[in-house]
Every structure is written in C-alpha cells, then in structure tokens.
C-alpha cells in the first residue's frame, strides 16, 4: 500500500571549497608545499612570485552570451587564433630554475649509487668457492632474509619453496651447509633464525676472552634466564665473581639485535621535521610565527583575466570561443578558490596556534613540562571559535619549533586528573614525574608499579597501580625486572 508523507530533516553538505580547505588544513608544511606546485601544475591561471593586488571584478555572462541558435555567431574553429585565448607559457616558472649553479656552469648532477643490502650479501658470496646447485641454494636464502637479517622460516619450509617456485630440488641437509656460509658473511649475525642464534653468531666472531666465553655460554645454555635477569641464578650456575658476569653482560648488550638494520648502505629515506611554526621569547613575552613557506605569494594570471575581459567586449563570438572561454573561466575559478583556500588555512592554522600558546603560556615561558595545563580538542575549540575537527587538523602531523626543542602540537593534549587538593593536573605532568622517579631509582633494585603509585601519593597524586602500568607503557618503560642492572 503506497502512502504520501512529509519528512523534515536538516543536513549539511560540505561545498567542494570547504572540503579543498579542510584537506589543505591538515597538511604540514612539506606536504602543502607538494600539493602547492601539483596545484600550480594543473593550473596555467594561478601563478607564484610578487605581484600588486589586482581588483577582482566578477565578469558576469548573460545567457545569450551562450546562445547556440545564433547562426551569425558560427565560425568554423580553424579560423579561431587559439594563441589569442591560450597563454604562451604554461610551464610555471618554479620548473625551469636551477638554484644549484651559475648559468655558466651548466653540469650533469652525480647521483649517488650505493649497493642493496641483499646485493650486498650477494657479492660477498662471489668470494665463496660454490657449485652452480650451491649458489642457486645460497642466492636463495640470501632472498629469504629480512630487512633486519633473520630468516624467518624453517629449513623443510626452505626445501619445500625452492622446489615449487625455483624448481631447485635439494634437501635439508644441503640447505644447512650453505646456512653455515650465510652465517660467514658481513654482518655478523645475519641469516640468522632467531635472536638467541643471532647473538650467538656474534659472539663466535669476537676475539675469545674469558668474558666473552662466559657470554657464549650464557647465551647458549642460559638465554631464558638472561631475558629474564635472573643475575643471581647465573652467579650461582657459574660459581663467577660479580665483577666477571658483569663483563659478560656488558659483551652481550654490545652486540646488535637486528644485523641488518646497521648495514651502510641501507638507503631508507629519513623523514626530515620541518616545523609549521616558531615561538620565541621575546622580552617576556610570546611571539609566534608562521613558517614561511605556508604563506607563498599567489595570484591570478593577469593574461588569463584578460583574455575574459577581451570576450566579454568582443561582439563576435563563436561556438569554438565559446568553448575556450568555458576553460579559462574554469581555470580563473580555480584559482580564486585555492588562492582564497590558502588565505584562510594560514588564518586557520595562527588563530589556532595561538590559542594553543596562550593557554599553554606558562610552559612556553618556562620549558617545565610540569607546567602543561590538561587542555582537550574542545578547550581550543571553544576558544578560537571553530569545530574539534578543525583544531584536530591543525594539531594532527604538525610541529612547532620552541626554545626547547621542536614539539610535536598534539602533545601538547592531554586528559585532567585531580591530586590531593582536588585540582585539575595533566596527566603529562604526571607522567614527567613518574618518568624522573624511574630515572632516579637504584638500578640494582627498579621500583615495581606498587611502590611507584606510593611514591606519586606521597607527592600528591593519588593514581591507582593499573594507571601507573599504563603510563609507564606509554612512556615506553619496561617493568622493574627489565630496568634491572648489575
């Protein structure tokens, strides 16, 4: 049965340049910087550099503007002077300078070739005496190691992948031998199965001392007790003096855990901080800036807005201009919004940081961070008159760059918790004590949370032993057993 109804509701729709806003929001500085020159790219009608403000006039189209019936109008589009409509260079100028050296010393760039890890691995086989079935084993369990130089996989696993994908047909045994090679090459440790085995490759590469073969021998017959600290049960399995396992440890946590994350020429990509804004103390006070290179200098290509303003005063226009008009004016739009877009992420993004610093001022002045005051998504919010969402972006992957040191924004968040005197305290505050008791402690005997969340009562902040588990793992504290040294 069909029914008619009314049904009210409100909704919102985001407008394609509140959604370019809020996307342009979230980027840091080397990000925007990307999407900047991608936008740039796309766009022969925005352009970079210096330029005087230019009026804004809105050219207005009438409908007969785009009158297809009006046969007077027709020109064939071969009679149409597209150099008239289309700018004579769409290539931004950001592509064609060259910063590195002087017109006159025109060069090719060297580039900097370096070996693989694995390539690496490879060559040092080319010193091993092998068979063509050898080296296609070898070259094999070369593949099979990691980035951090384990393999990860089990022998009969081994032999039962080569002859399915290699059609190398071998067995156990055979796969071992080559192992034993693997174990011979650069660094020490790699190929190795699992950490016990990487350290003990290690230690059979190091120059036999009496500390050393305690070491080995530790590893190899005691390694649970090691992981574990249990100092005293190796004193008294060893019948040694404290002084001589001590020298053990200390061999053993020389040693490196991932072999293959040292190797020189590994080429990860190492991700430099660029900070959006700096605080500085000056006489007293705060004063915070944007970088740079958020705020670049943009305008809309004078050529194109002529170009507009040339068809608007012209009384013939055709099908084919009126098409390339479609194009510029689309361009020319673009351009406003991004150029409007950018104008207001900066706004955005000091009205924000500024609200942040203020409320913060006390640690900015001071580099306590004892001083941070709980402050939530909603507090800023409230204060700058935006949504959470936005003040999210504008917190979420981006730095300011203070007297000490660069901080990422968001840690600057956190919950309230109340001490003794029922006042409000972040729970960054607490977690900087409990980290300074921690480094404090006797190292022969670390404090377990029990007595931790004592010591924090006793200085005022009543915290349950389970909170005291948690912050200690958010700081990346292990428990007292593993804070234990000799």
Same mark, same amino acid.
């Given at each position: 049965?069909?029914? @008619? ?11 394609? !340049? @509140? ?57 064939? /589009? ?17 592509? &064609? ?14 580039? /900097? ?10 060559? @040092? ?13 070898? $070259? ?5 190691? *990691?980035? =951090? ?9 081994? +032999? %039962? %992948? =080569? ?28 190929? /190795?199965?699992?950490? !016990? ?9 190091? &120059? ?27 004193? @008294? ?13 200390? $061999? ?54 002529? =170009? ?20 510029? #004016?689309?361009?020319?739009?673009? /351009? ?42 909603? *507090? ?17 992957? #981006? ?17 309230? =918790? ?8 972040? &729970?960054?505050?607490? #977690? ?46 292990? +428990? ?7």
């Amino acid at each position: 049965m069909l029914k @008619q109804f009314l049904n009210l509701k409100l909704s919102q729709k985001l407008s394609p !340049q @509140q959604i370019q806003l809020m996307k342009l929001i979230q980027l840091p500085t080397q990000a925007f910087e990307q999407r900047l020159k991608e936008e740039m790219n796309e766009n022969p009608a925005l352009e970079g550099g210096d330029e005087d403000e230019y009026e804004n006039d809105e050219l207005e189209f009438e409908d007969d503007d785009y009158d297809d019936n009006d046969e007077n109008e027709r020109i064939e /589009a071969e009679d149409i002077n597209i150099d008239e409509y289309l700018s004579d260079d769409e290539t931004p100028d950001y592509k &064609t300078q060259v910063n590195n050296y002087s017109e006159e010393d025109e060069r090719d760039s060297p580039l /900097a070739a370096s070996w693989s890890f694995h390539q690496d691995l490879i060559n @040092q086989l080319n010193t091993f005496i092998l068979n063509d079935n050898e080296r296609q084993i070898a $070259e094999f369990l070369v593949g099979s190691i *990691d980035d =951090m130089g384990y393999i990860r996989r089990s022998i009969p696993d081994i +032999v %039962d %992948d =080569m002859a399915f994908t290699q059609a190398i047909y071998t067995d156990e045994a055979a796969v071992e031998k080559i192992l034993h090679i693997i174990h011979q090459l650069e660094p020490s440790g790699v190929g /190795a199965r699992d950490l !016990q085995e990487c350290l003990l490759l290690q230690l059979k590469h190091k &120059t036999p001392t009496e500390s050393v073969d305690l070491a080995t021998d530790i590893i190899e017959n005691q390694f649970d007790a090691f992981t574990k600290k249990h100092y005293d049960k190796l004193l @008294q399995k060893y019948d040694c003096t404290n002084e001589l396992l001590k020298k053990a440890v200390h $061999e053993i946590e020389k040693l490196n855990p991932k072999p293959g994350g040292s190797f020189a020429g590994n080429s990860k990509i190492t991700e430099n901080v660029v900070p959006d804004f700096t605080i500085r103390i000056v006489d007293g006070e705060l004063e915070l800036s944007l970088n740079g290179r958020n705020a670049p200098s943009l305008h809309v290509s004078k050529d194109y807005q002529e =170009m507009m303003q040339t068809y608007k005063d012209s009384r013939d226009k055709s099908n084919s201009q009126k098409d390339a008009v479609q194009f510029i #004016k689309q361009k020319l739009d673009s /351009a406003k919004w991004f150029i409007d877009a950018i104008r207001q992420r900066q706004e955005t993004l000091y009205v924000t940081m500024n609200a942040i610093m203020h409320y913060q001022e006390d640690y900015f002045l001071e580099g306590d961070e004892t001083m941070l005051r709980p402050m939530i998504l909603k *507090d800023i919010a409230d204060l700058v008159g935006l949504d959470i969402s936005t003040v999210s972006r504008v917190a979420n992957s #981006k730095y300011v760059e203070t007297p000490y040191g660069t901080k990422l924004i968001k840690e600057f968040f956190s919950e309230a =918790m109340k001490n003794d005197q029922g006042e409000d305290v972040s &729970t960054l505050e607490i #977690k900087k004590i409990l980290q300074n008791i921690i480094e404090a402690e006797d190292k022969k005997k670390p404090l377990p949370d029990d007595q931790l969340a004592e010591l924090l009562k006793e200085k005022g902040y009543p915290i349950a032993r389970r909170t005291i588990a948690k912050y200690r793992e958010q700081l990346d504290i292990p +428990v007292a057993r593993m804070r234990k040294k000799m």
